[in-house]
């Protein structure tokens, strides 16, 4: 933490506009004997001296008439006052005044009142003038043994501090720590006493660890958590000691204290990489995640055992621990579950996938009882979860069929539509499952009522029925789903003899609500099963026959949608579909008989090996990014290297903190050059009286405002303030304090700002500053404006297909951007258009590959809020030479999708 900024005591704002408060009125109201007007008084004359003020005369009225009083308020006031008095004369000697103060303070170490000593104590660790503090030290050393824990424990830090930063003025404190440490009963206390130990004398504190190793699991949780930090750190820096100590980090693993569980199992991994240990770490942070209440905690540690996962040797051990995992979905919390079945589906093998599939099939049965969003989509991860389980090991995929082709009949859309991806794809990649699953699918067909499902029904049975038993029975489902034929004499005869069937007809439902998109599948699977059936049976009669039924639904679905009974009319397109499908029965072409009975099977291993081969190179890049040792790297050896020389051996818990607190390791300085030299801002011009420039460090949800001010003129400025404003979801979360510059001096001014949502914002505002003691007159510089970009918050991320289509069909901001740039290759625009916006590429590369006039793709990617950003992109080249096309854009909120648009816009007229 050296490189951390040093915490400031003080925060308090500058008095309110209006004349400021003469000596004489102050010494007045401090001399008045109103306890309130005497703190009012006080506040003001902190205020002023803060910033900048000097009423020496006022410290002698300050003792004689605010020191007696015995009033808290007050008592607290004068804590603040006498750290932000100055406490000496101008040759640097103590000031006279200063005796008396001591001698007050030694009495309030004295006080009875215990919060008045523990007030007092913690003023003394702010004090920098060890003149005033060595006649306070056997008073401090007293309270130590005070009956109130409160005391003690503030007693400890005030002597950490001492010794610390003064340490001639006890030096015995790291044994009188020891000795109080055994005598000590309080928890904080202790910890405080040990903490100081810890950085003052290691040695000492293993000692008194090594007596009390057997005692750790009675200790209260922040002093198990001070012990945990202290092993890591002292196994990490002498690994001779792990095992002396290591035993006491498996004795951590049974706290009550869910934290130090937690620290304990990480710094055991952290320690040790044996089965033995990781076991014991994966295992304390199963029961962590079924334990703990909080979903944040969940997540946290769900992120931890995945992160584990990443390394070979630890995957192994998970493995074995794959059905533990399997616990977490008791957890209703959607998003754990998730992360859940994720991690199962990657550490399933040939040894539990038939447990796995168990447990996920029971989960599965209980989705059936709920028909909340919840337990939609948690239906919708139990069957992608049984998808790839049955993909990678096939023997399992009869267990798995029968109970998902049962959701064929849900009236959850997406998970029919995913029951059915799965179908799709295990019967074209294994043979032997098509009889089973071609069977429950045909078996469930009368009960599919949606559109879309029915659709996806007809195409996978009219592929896979290969004989013509199933052949015969799909031709009978389709006649019972459709009802009696011809579709409008019947529907005429109905409406005319006004009697209504009550039995329903699925495909006729459809097809009357204008849905012929469905008849045009229809009219492809009947084509397919005649062009099969002619193959397989010899009988002339009895392939005419098929033929004809099958020509009689499909002329009569066109005779239909030629009608005004249907709710809507067909389209043009569904029509010349069906009439591709009466022609090519008609005339049996043997050309356009394989087009059916062919090409489209090999047009689906075609889209399936290239989804095989985008898996198989995100497996590889991250395998390669996860690799820790290339077969060409040095090897290094601990006792060999030099600070800092080997990178990847760093202290993790100091990394881990670093990271919390938003401070970065260094880089080189090439990289600096690259990243946050790039990232200054000009605010001012050169020949400006003040000249600023400001480094916006965006980090997650806050943005560091980071501005160097110089002044350029000989004239001293009182008086400089940064006044800054924001437009859009920004907050300033502190003003900017006043300053004072000397001529040609400079400073560094930091605040924060809070982002609130994913869309660009500006920060504006400007300088203003008094020239000498004139303040009449204020000068003030106008800043440039500085641009958030959007760009900072989103990442590139994935989703299935069908997950973007269900999220395309529910945002409802779109924003459609034209394409106006002068690259003339569709492909370079598509790269240009992922680095500008941070996206990533849904559609596969094989799907771009080739010589092609246009280009379409899906777009992808999250924002650091949760949001999602959509886009689909459509080019064609031109003679002329540039694309042309546009970009379609779809968000849930309406700033995002503009924002994007914005950055486009701007950014595409650049681009070669």
Not at 328 to 348: F, G, H, I, Q, Y
Not at 419 to 447: C, D, I, N, Y
Not at 689 to 694: G, I, K, Q, T
Request: hydrophobic share 40%; proline share 4%.
């Amino acid at each position: 933490m050296s490189s951390a900024e040093q915490p400031c005591f003080c925060l308090l704002s500058p008095l309110e506009d209006g004349d400021l408060p003469t000596e004489e009125t102050l010494r007045t109201e401090l001399e008045n004997s109103d306890k309130r007007q005497k703190a009012e008084a006080l506040k003001k004359l902190i205020r002023l001296i803060i910033n900048g003020e000097r009423y020496p005369s006022l410290l002698m009225t300050v003792i004689r008439f605010v020191m007696p009083v015995d009033d808290h308020e007050l008592k607290k006031l004068l804590l603040i006052f006498w750290e932000v008095v100055p406490k000496t004369t101008g040759d640097g000697k103590l000031m006279q005044e200063m005796i008396l103060v001591c001698d007050a303070y030694r009495k309030d170490l004295q006080h009875p009142n215990e919060f008045i000593r523990g007030s007092t104590l913690r003023f003394l660790c702010k004090l920098k003038e060890p003149e005033l503090i060595e006649p306070l030290m056997p008073s401090i050393r007293s309270c130590l043994e005070h009956r109130h824990a409160y005391v003690r424990r503030n007693a400890v830090l005030a002597i950490y501090t001492i010794y610390k930063n003064f340490d001639m003025l006890i030096p015995d404190a790291p044994e009188l720590m020891q000795n109080y440490l055994e005598g000590e009963q309080d928890a904080s206390c202790k910890r405080n006493a040990f903490m100081m130990l810890i950085h003052v004398d290691q040695n000492r504190a293993l000692d008194y660890l090594s007596t009390v190793i057997d005692q750790m699991h009675s200790f209260n949780d922040i002093l198990q958590l001070v012990i945990v930090e202290l092993v890591y750190n002292v196994c990490y820096n002498n690994p001779a000691e792990r095992s002396r100590f290591i035993r006491a980090i498996y004795q951590m693993l049974s706290s009550n204290s869910g934290a130090v569980r937690y620290e304990a199992a990480g710094a055991l991994i952290m320690l040790s990489n044996t089965p033995t240990a990781v076991k014991a770490a994966a295992q304390c942070y199963i029961e962590l995640i079924l334990k703990e209440s909080d979903n944040n905690v969940k997540l946290i540690v769900l992120d931890r055992v995945i992160e584990l996962r990443q390394t070979p040797a630890t995957e192994k051990v998970l493995r074995e621990l794959t059905m533990d995992f399997l616990r977490v979905l008791s957890t209703p919390a959607l998003e754990v579950r998730r992360k859940a079945l994720d991690l199962v589906m990657d550490l399933v093998t040939t040894r539990n996938v038939g447990e796995v599939v168990q447990v996920l099939r029971k989960e599965a049965s209980k989705t059936n009882d709920g028909s909340d969003d919840d337990n939609s989509k948690y239906r919708q991860l139990l069957v992608r979860a049984l998808h790839r389980c049955s993909i990678k090991y096939p023997e399992v995929a009869p267990q798995t069929i029968p109970l998902l082709v049962e959701f064929l009949s849900d009236c959850d859309k997406t998970s029919a539509m995913s029951v059915l991806e799965f179908v799709r794809e295990a019967v074209q990649r294994h043979e032997s499952l098509r009889g089973l699953a071609t069977e429950k699918v045909m078996e469930f067909f009368p009960l599919i009522k949606d559109g879309p499902t029915l659709r996806a029904a007809l195409w996978v049975l009219g592929e896979y029925c290969n004989d013509v038993v199933g052949i015969e029975r799909l031709l009978a489902g389709v006649k019972d789903s459709l009802g009696e034929l011809p579709l409008v004499d019947s529907e005429l005869r109905r409406a005319a003899e006004e009697v209504k069937d009550t039995k329903e007809y699925p495909l006729r439902t459809q097809l009357l609500d204008g849905k012929f998109f469905v008849g045009a599948a229809l009219a492809s699977t009947l084509t397919k099963l005649s062009v099969r059936y002619m193959e397989l049976v010899a009988d002339e009669k009895k392939k005419n026959l098929f033929c004809a039924q099958a020509m009689l639904i499909i002329s009569s679905i066109l005779h239909l949608g030629r009608t005004s009974l249907p709710a809507k009319k067909m389209l043009e397109d569904d029509a010349e579909r069906l009439g591709v499908c009466l022609q090519v029965l008609a005339e049996r072409a043997g050309l356009v008989l394989d087009v059916f009975g062919k090409e489209s099977r090999m047009s689906l291993e075609n889209l399936l090996t290239s989804q095989n081969e985008e898996e198989d190179k995100t497996k590889e890049t991250a395998k390669a990014a996860n690799t820790v040792v290339q077969v060409d790297d040095p090897i290094t050896f601990t006792q060999l290297t030099v600070a800092d020389e080997n990178a990847s051996d760093e202290n993790r818990l100091e990394a881990s903190l670093l990271a919390a607190t938003g401070i970065t390791a260094k880089k080189k300085e090439e990289e600096v050059g690259q990243t946050k030299l790039s990232k200054v801002h000009q605010l001012t011009g050169l020949c400006d009286a003040v000249y600023a420039e400001a480094y916006i460090h965006v980090h997650q949800f806050d943005v560091v405002f980071d501005m160097l001010v110089v002044n350029q003129t000989a004239d001293v400025l009182q008086g400089l303030t940064v006044e800054l404003a924001t437009l859009g979801n920004l907050k300033l979360m502190e003003r900017p304090q006043p300053c004072t510059l000397a001529p040609h001096d400079f400073t560094n001014i930091k605040t924060n700002i809070k982002v609130a949502s994913t869309e660009n914002a500006v920060i504006f505002g400007n300088i203003v500053y008094d020239v000498g003691s004139s303040q009449s007159d204020r000068s003030c510089v106008v800043l440039n404006d500085i641009h958030i970009d959007i760009i900072d918050y989103i990442n590139p991320a994935s989703c299935s297909d069908q997950e973007f289509r269900t999220m395309w069909a529910d945002f409802e901001w779109e924003n459609k951007v034209l394409v106006n740039s002068n690259v003339k290759d569709p492909r370079v625009y598509l790269e240009k258009l992922l680095s500008t916006t941070n996206m990533r590429c849904l559609t596969p590369d094989r799907a771009l590959s080739g010589q092609a006039t246009f280009l379409a793709a899906n777009l992808y990617a999250k924002s650091v809020f949760g949001e999602d950003a959509l886009a689909n992109i459509s080019l064609e080249v031109t003679e002329s030479g540039p694309v042309s096309g546009h970009i379609r854009i779809r968000t849930r909120t309406q700033g995002m999708a503009l924002s994007l648009g914005d950055k486009i816009n701007l950014s595409q007229k650049n681009w070669q």
